[in-house]
């Protein structure tokens, strides 16, 4: 464990001893109960600072507290129900006080504990990683600055990698060692997944005796999933990897969740359904509230999706004299499959999409059984010639409510990039992603964005 983790379980142990003293457990249990709930802290991993994302965090601490819950009662004597009530209090409390100081000891701590980082590259995927580290506090990662590989005397291949991360930090390869001198790096991460094996080779042994830390960004072109094992073959690094299958239980337990949320959001539709009926009335737009179009649904099939009506009337129709009358219109819709500053939709029609609120007809879908709460986003039949291969991956579930494109950059992100994500989400589903997933939406529907730091 680190210095961060040391804390957190001296803390986190306190807290627990003094919970036990003040329920009234007998003597006798309550250091035998302390030193169970700190052995199973560390046994499942808790303090260790390979943890880059609070969702890891909260799972751990889920999953610990529930074993720890479990083994107290088959291994001591609960022989009273008030001590069961006691012994569920304790868990539950526990649990919230080490998810609430692992949260704000991250960042309390931070400017003692983070690591100074060093990006290798300076591209679309350094870009990428520099914005989730920026987002991203409790992986207490500090980017100091980014390493040019291009026309480098160091590497017997030539790289002309694009600079697309706009930072003034960006250091020539050559320079690396002074670099980490100076900027104290403890942690150097390659981002270019397309270095060549013989290359990173002779940066690990450049880096090697230079950091405490090395991180590499692999080119693995979806072979490689979440579900992945990586295995030694009698001295052979070996990665297994399976197509992604969703299991029965899963699917069963997505089903009751889209049942209970499905009914749950219809019955706030109903209040929903007349405020937007009366804005509208008040802008003088006395057309239908709802709107209805035909999706493409789960193996292919085609269903009528439910959405508040956010635009104009006849749309589609303006769409075509907009394109017709400007070719950049035309360009980016055919590029995006939207506009980003669409002038067909109305003034109430733009809270609605900036805050989610317009898909929420959408639950009378979930509730049909057409759609889920969480899945990849409900594509037009005019779209399938343009997702390609992506499209068989797809269809396999049934589209959402949500999913990884509304929480991960919501109308930043372009066509491409939604495919890719909802090819993410299915090939890494599991019923965790799902609950990420749905408090990351919740955060944007309350917040107006989605901030992973905090």
């Known amino acids: 464990m680190k210095m961060l983790g040391w804390l957190n379980f001296f803390v986190d142990t306190i807290f627990a001893m003094v919970l036990f003293w003040v329920f009234p457990f007998d003597f006798g249990y309550v250091w035998r109960l302390v030193v169970l709930y700190a052995f199973i802290q560390i046994m499942m991993g808790r303090y260790q600072d390979n943890i880059l994302l609070i969702w890891e965090e909260i799972k751990k601490i889920l999953i ?18 008030e001590e069961l009530l006691y012994l569920v209090l304790i868990t539950l409390l526990t649990a919230f006080f080490s998810l609430v100081f692992s949260r704000y000891s991250h960042i309390w701590f931070r400017p003692i504990f983070k690591k100074n980082v060093l990006i290798i590259g300076m591209g679309h995927t350094a870009e990428k990683l520099y914005g989730t580290i920026t987002h991203n506090r409790f992986a207490l990662m500090d980017v100091r600055g980014f390493i040019n590989v291009n026309d480098s005397s160091l590497l017997p291949h030539v790289y002309q990698q694009e600079r697309i991360v706009e930072s003034d930090n960006i250091f020539p390869l050559d320079t690396i060692e002074e670099v980490i001198q100076k900027e104290k790096i403890t942690t150097v991460i390659m981002a270019i997944p397309q270095l060549l094996s013989g290359d990173i080779e002779i940066l690990m042994e450049l880096l090697r005796d230079n950091v405490k ?19 030694d073959f009698d001295g052979l690094l070996m990665i297994s990897t399976a197509k992604s299958e969703i299991s029965l239980f899963s699917c069963f337990m997505k089903r009751v969740v ?67 009358k400007d070719p950049a219109i035309r360009e980016e819709y055919l590029t995006n499959k939207k506009l980003k500053n669409d002038p067909r939709i109305t003034r ?6 900036e805050k989610s609120l317009d898909e929420f007809p959408q639950f009378i879908n979930v509730l049909k059984g057409e759609m889920t709460l969480i899945g990849p986003r409900p594509y037009l039949p005019r779209e399938i010639e343009d997702m390609g291969d992506f499209y068989y991956t797809i269809i396999r579930m049934k589209p959402g409510l949500t999913g990884m494109w509304q929480t991960h950059g919501r109308s930043d992100v372009d066509f491409k990039s939604r495919l890719e994500l909802d090819d993410y989400y299915f090939r890494n589903y599991s019923l965790w992603l799902d609950v990420t997933l749905f408090i990351r939406t919740v955060k944007t529907i309350i917040g107006g964005s989605d901030e992973t730091a905090r």
């Open 64 to 81: 610990s507290h529930f074993c720890f819950f479990i083994i107290s009662i088959l291994f001591f004597r609960i022989t009273q129900i």
């Open 213 to 231: 830390e090395i991180k590499v960004l692999p080119r693995t072109e979806n072979l490689v999933t979440f579900d992945s094992r990586i295995d």
């Open 258 to 324: 889209d049942i209970l949320g499905g009914f749950v959001g219809c019955l706030m539709l109903i209040p929903l359904y007349w405020i937007v009926r009366h804005k509208n009335h008040k802008e003088g737009d006395f057309g239908p509230v709802l709107f209805k179009q035909i999706r493409i649904g789960k193996d292919g099939k085609e269903f009528t999706i439910y959405k508040f009506r956010t635009m104009v009337m006849n749309a589609e129709q303006k769409l075509e004299e907009l394109m017709e």
């Open 348 to 353: 109430a029609g733009k809270f609605l999409r």
